[in-house]
């Protein structure tokens, strides 16, 4: 394949491609990649660049940069002031992006190396499937910044492991391993560095891309319209909650709590 071609696309979001091929890099190691409003929206105009191209464009690979996480979450910093109204809004944005990955009709492979925590998972959940290195983690934390998934968690991750599954991670909050990942069908595959994660995920766009477009660009929508086909509804939910979770102190004292790197002291309300 030729030389990929680097363009700068927007602060903290980079574009690179190879033909048909668009790797999309977040790239804010300082933060972990965290989802700012500049980064959610610069993706969001990526993927809606990438959608205008349709056909063009074969395959996507989205990942992290700095070799410590794919994307650590939302911002924690920038929700600290947000107001309930602001802390919907800021949800609508996340549901907007993950639409737009879902909308491209070409197949969108999820690179994580690191860490792919709240946020992060799921913009990775809003991918096709996930690719991970070994020692990537996975998880829901929110609550423990007293929040709840507001970027599409609570609707993809019971159709990736199961609602049982996704009621354990989220109501704790843990974090779990590449193997664990794999094992609960919530990561496909499994590599053991970054390059032979991306290198894997290539295979992959490639052994798609010799298949006929308008096929796997008709599977797509059906796989993605069917299983949202009460989409709409639940995130309607998801959005709303996420705003009433901005009403409690116990998220005031989430984020204050990590901000000032110490453990939070919940009251239940
Ligand atoms: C219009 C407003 C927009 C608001 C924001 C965007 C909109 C969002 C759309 C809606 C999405 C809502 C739903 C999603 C919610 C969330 O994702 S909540 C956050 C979930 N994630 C977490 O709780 C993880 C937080 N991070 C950690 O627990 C730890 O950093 C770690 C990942 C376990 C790594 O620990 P360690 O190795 O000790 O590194 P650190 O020193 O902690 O981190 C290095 C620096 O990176 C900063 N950082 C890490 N994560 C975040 C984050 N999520 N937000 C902001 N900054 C983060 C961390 O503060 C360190 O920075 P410095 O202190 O300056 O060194």
Sequence with gaps: MA???THESAPDVRVER???LAIVTIDRPKALNALSPDVLSALLGVVESL???GSAVRGVLVTGAGGRAFV????IRSMAGLTPEQGEEASRLG???AAAIEGLSAPVIACVDGFALGGGLELALACDFIYATDASSFGQPEVHLGLIPGFGGTVRLPRAVGLARAKELIYTGRR???AEAVAIGLV???FPD???LLAGARATLAEVDANAAPAVALAKRVLVDAAGRRTESATDLEIAAFGDAFRTNDMREGVAAFMEKRDPVFTGV
């Design 95 to 97: 549901h907007r992006v």
């Design 72 to 75: 650590a979450g939302a911002d």
């Design 194 to 196: 970054r390059e032979s």
């Design 3 to 5: 030389e990929p071609s």
């Design 18 to 20: 190879d033909g048909g």
């Design 188 to 190: 496909v595959r499994s």
């Design 176 to 178: 779990i391993d590449t």
């Design 51 to 53: 959608a205008a191209e």
